[in-house]
């Protein structure tokens, strides 16, 4: 069982930052990719950002390339999710999900968070 629970959403203007962070529990957290993603309402869940086990991976929706930068620290059981020059476009609920598969598919993660929500406005 792995608990997961994110933190470090919030309201900015459009082309601030954020920085999203998930605190796993369970000693298998290094085990499993971990990947961001978001769900706007009316929208369905849609693929944000995934690394790889040892951090040494990375892929990113065409969307946030250039402009998000997934990172996990595995001391510390954590993913962080930096993210710059946000748009109104990235409001939405983020969350965090573990997989064993290096994977962009949702039905692919079999743990995931409670959500934060990111609100940008214009």
């Known amino acids: 069982q792995v608990q997961l629970v994110e933190s470090g959403g919030g309201s900015v203007q459009a082309g601030g930052s954020l920085r999203l962070s998930c605190a796993a529990s369970?000693?298998?957290?290094?085990?499993?990719?971990m990947g961001w993603f978001r769900q706007a309402p009316g929208k369905e869940r849609e693929f944000v950002a995934v690394i790889d086990w040892s951090g040494g991976g990375t892929t990113y929706a065409d969307s946030v390339k250039g402009r998000f930068t997934i990172s996990r620290d595995n001391a510390k059981n954590t993913v962080y999710l930096q993210m710059n020059n946000l748009k109104p476009g990235d409001t939405a609920v983020y969350y965090c999900?573990?997989?064993?598969?290096?994977?962009?598919?949702?039905?692919?993660?079999?743990?995931w968070g409670q959500g934060t929500q990111v609100t940008v406005s214009s």
């Open positions: 999900g573990t997989s064993r598969d290096y994977t962009v598919l949702a039905p692919s993660y079999n743990y």
């Open positions: 369970g000693r298998t957290f290094s085990s499993y990719a």
